[in-house]
């Protein structure tokens, strides 16, 4: 029974379309996360959210939208899609503190 | 800025032998330092984690070693074993700054045990 789940895997776009990429998790932990790791492997947080807050990293730019329906979801939306947005996308979910579980990941290839 | 730096981006090591990954940080600001473990296509999962008030947690074969003053962690993994074959993720917790309490991660060392 997956912790922190995210959906597709994989997916391959073309520059300049919108797409989503879906997070849920069933920890009933407060706050969710959005990483980006990109071509260096280097792990950067772009969002961090509970149902109070939200939290934007200001290198991330405003294509880049977390939509949150419920505690359990934070899905990343993504719009006008340039090639230098491909990299793997990890969702998170944490209590306060230093619980944090990562989904599987998110492999975003833009063409 | 790089805040959480790895500066080793592999590591071989022989079965059997210690494996040492070391993690350098530069906000005095943080105050809970964790390693995760990735393999290949899953995401990081937690290892070991410490505590800014003390210098070193033990968890089987698995110690984490803190030094504050020089800003410096270590994990040792002793003894290391094949299935040990992961990319190790040093990752501090904290205001870094970007304006919330989150975890900041180093670009990671690729350990590789040898059989």
């Known amino acids: 029974d997956t912790a922190v789940s995210q959906t597709p895997k994989y997916l391959v776009t073309q520059m300049g379309n919108d797409k989503s990429i879906k997070c849920e998790q069933n920890?009933?932990?407060?706050?969710m996360y959005w990483y980006k790791q990109d071509s260096k492997k280097f792990l950067k947080i772009m969002f961090s959210?509970?149902?109070?807050?939200?939290?934007i990293n200001e290198t991330v730019p405003n294509r880049f939208s977390p939509k949150s329906p419920d505690k359990a979801h934070l899905n990343l939306h993504i719009n006008s899609l340039e090639l230098g947005d491909s990299a793997v996308y990890f969702c998170?979910?944490?209590?306060?503190?230093?619980?944090?579980?990562f989904g599987s990941g998110t492999r975003l290839t833009v063409v | 800025d790089q805040q959480v730096k790895q500066n080793s981006p592999s590591l071989s090591v022989q079965e059997g032998r210690i494996s040492i990954l070391n993690c350098d940080y530069t906000?005095?600001?943080?105050?809970?330092f964790l390693w995760y473990k990735k393999y290949p296509a899953e995401g990081p999962t937690f290892l070991i984690s410490?505590?800014?008030?003390?210098d070193k947690n033990e968890d089987g074969r698995f110690t984490v070693f803190l030094n504050k003053s020089a800003k410096h962690l270590s994990l040792h993994i002793v003894p290391s074993q094949p299935g040990d074959s992961a990319v190790y993720f040093c990752?501090?917790?904290?205001?870094?700054?970007?304006?919330?309490?989150?975890?900041?991660f180093g670009k990671g060392t690729k350990l590789s045990v040898i059989p």
């Open positions: 998170a979910s944490s209590q306060p503190y230093y619980g944090y579980t």
């Open positions: 920890l009933g932990h407060d706050t």
């Open positions: 959210y509970n149902n109070k807050e939200l939290i």
């Open positions: 906000n005095s600001m943080f105050d809970y």
């Open positions: 410490i505590s800014s008030i003390k």
């Open positions: 990752a501090a917790l904290g205001n870094s700054g970007a304006g919330s309490y989150q975890l900041t």
